[in-house]
T-cell receptor, first 114, second 111 residues
Framework: EAGVAQSPRYKIIEKRQSVAFWCNPISGHATLYWYQQILGQGPKLLIQFQNNGVVDDSQLPKDRFSAERLKGVDSTLKIQPAKLEDSAVYLC????????????FGPGTRLTVT | DAKTTQPNSMESNEEEPVHLPCNHSTISGTDYIHWYRQLPSQGPEYVIHGLTSNVNNRMASLAIAEDRKSSTLILHRATLRDAAVYYCICGLQGGSEKLVFGKGTKLTVNP
């Protein structure tokens, strides 16, 4: 099966600009996650969707970050305006409905804010 | 979520076994133990998980202590492609739950 797709793979923007990332999960996976990974740290969950509903967005900085999952398939994560500390790799993952222990990760988008 | 403690780094030689330890002394009775690994410039990938019994799959083995307060990921014959950061994660009840990553153990495999 095709893996989780993400684009772009790399993005460089200046602070205060906006940026959007796209994720296409594995077909049939109802749960979709966005993680942020700062250099030298493990990934941190930003938001989790079950179909097109939000399950957990407790660590999403809602003043600047937003995410949506239209029709329960693809998802976009947006940052507006970006700050220097947003420089990180943004990882998308998906998993089957409840009962599966395995999350499948995409290759990530590396964001550099200058 | 149960807190996990792993060594920051470990080294191994190619074709030798590797034992990666993880302490999780606050684990609850229903928490699963998961291992993921992250190769350079890639997203994490699932390795193995278990609850109480030792588990084997094509990638690795998971040995769980009888009191469940620690576990060991075993790579039976390390290859250069096994060089990665290995994360031990506890606290998942089973399926569709967020992963809480620590800093993991960076494994270096020497040729």
């Amino acid at each position: 099966e095709a893996g989780v797709a993400q684009s772009p793979r790399y993005k460089i923007i200046e602070k205060r600009q906006s940026v959007a990332f796209w994720c296409n999960p594995i077909s049939g996976h109802a749960t979709l996650y966005w993680y942020q990974q700062i250099l030298g740290q493990g990934p941190k969950l930003l938001i989790q969707f079950q179909n097109n509903g939000v399950v957990d967005d407790s660590q999403l900085p809602k003043d600047r970050f937003s995410a949506e999952r239209l029709k329960g398939v693809d998802s976009t994560l947006k940052i507006q305006p970006a700050k220097l500390e947003d420089s990180a790799v943004y990882l998308c993952a998906s998993s089957r409905p409840r009962g599966s222990h395995e999350q499948y990760f995409g290759p990530g988008t590396r964001l550099t804010v200058t | 979520d149960a807190k996990t403690t792993q060594p920051n780094s470990m080294e191994s030689n190619e074709e030798e076994p590797v034992h990666l330890p993880c302490n999780h002394s606050t684990i609850s009775g229903t928490d699963y133990i998961h291992w993921y690994r992250q190769l350079p410039s890639q997203g994490p990938e699932y390795v193995i998980h278990g609850l109480t019994s030792n588990v084997n799959n094509r990638m690795a083995s998971l040995a769980i202590a009888e009191d469940r307060k620690s576990s060991t990921l075993i790579l039976h014959r390390a290859t250069l492609r096994d060089a990665a950061v290995y994360y031990c994660i506890c606290g998942l009840q089973g399926g569709s739950e967020k992963l809480v990553f620590g800093k993991g153990t960076k494994l270096t495999v020497n040729p």
